[in-house]
């Protein structure tokens, strides 16, 4: 009888264990999914950020094609299908933040086709709030990471 209790207990044991590493493995695995995501976002987000940037400055390029750089940025870097990967993937914080810097990316971006266009936008205030954007984001992605520990 206490062998039969004693190995009750002992593939109790045995299961909690292999349950805890399974849990552990699983949280570390959808943490480098994360971490992954995370970086591919903000990698568009900043070559997207990059090409606009040269389309307000490259004043030798004609007129038309600096519109189109600024314009075509955001789809040349799969900025909008990462960023709905994110708000799949991440919790709704996230993708909320994900939200607010694609917003304020592509405010900065109309403001330099506007520009290149003849408008008086002033390209500092939307590039900044797109800087504080990405910056909130960057924040939540980190402690959102840190939380998968």
């Given at each position: 009888m206490s062998a039969l209790i004693g190995?009750?207990?002992?593939?109790?044991?045995?299961?909690?264990?292999?349950?805890?590493?399974?849990?552990?493995?699983?949280?570390?695995?959808?943490?480098?999914?994360?971490?992954?995501?995370?970086?591919?976002?903000?990698?568009?987000?900043?070559?997207?950020?990059?090409?606009?940037?040269?389309?307000?400055?490259?004043?030798e390029l004609p007129r038309d094609e600096r519109v189109a750089l600024a314009r075509d940025s955001l789809r040349d870097f799969q900025v909008h299908p990462v960023r709905h990967q994110v708000s799949l993937v991440g919790p709704p914080e996230i993708g909320e933040l994900s939200y607010q810097a694609i917003r304020r990316l592509t405010a900065y971006r109309d403001a330099v086709i506007d520009r290149a266009n003849g408008g008086d936008a002033e390209l500092q205030p939307v590039e900044d709030a797109f800087n504080e954007a990405r910056k909130a984001l960057s924040n939540g992605m980190r402690a959102d990471l840190a939380s998968l520990r």
């Open positions: 190995g009750g207990i002992a593939v109790a044991s045995g299961w909690t264990v292999e349950r805890s590493r399974w849990k552990r493995d699983e949280q570390r695995h959808e943490r480098d999914r994360r971490t992954a995501l995370y970086a591919d976002y903000l990698a568009a987000l900043l070559s997207a950020r990059e090409q606009i940037w040269h389309a307000s400055r490259w004043h």
